[in-house]
């Protein structure tokens, strides 16, 4: 039997600025992109689960106790940039304190 990978995500326990990790804020703070750049906002059909913010094969979804990255499709390309991902973010917002925490 041969292992494959379904999901490589990460998730950052904590308290987050919900006010400021609106799509446009997870957009310009963590994936580094000029202000007022349109990004892919994946909003859920149930309206229980938070919406997804894409920037290519990363995924972010923010939370009020915790901030959820993912790479899609799951692949060793992918992980290396969900990596890179997780160290922009370590300090990105201003208000929440990640450091130690990786």
């Known amino acids: 039997m041969n292992i494959e990978a379904l999901d ?3 998730v950052i326990a904590g308290y987050w600025n919900q006010a400021i990790l ?7 703070r963590l994936f580094k992109k000029p202000k007022d750049t349109p990004v892919q906002v ?5 309206g229980i689960a938070p919406y997804r913010v ?7 979804m923010a939370q009020p106790k915790r901030l959820h990255i993912i790479a899609e499709p799951p692949c060793y390309e992918n992980l290396k940039e969900l990596a890179n991902s997780i160290s922009s973010i370590n300090g990105a917002t201003g208000n929440s304190d990640t450091s130690g925490r990786f």
Request: no cysteine; hydrophobic share 45%; proline share 9%.
């Open 42 to 46: 994946e909003i859920p059909l149930d």
């Open 22 to 28: 609106t799509p446009a804020g997870i957009a310009y």
């Open 54 to 60: 894409r920037d290519g094969s990363i995924i972010i």
């Open 8 to 10: 490589w995500s990460v």
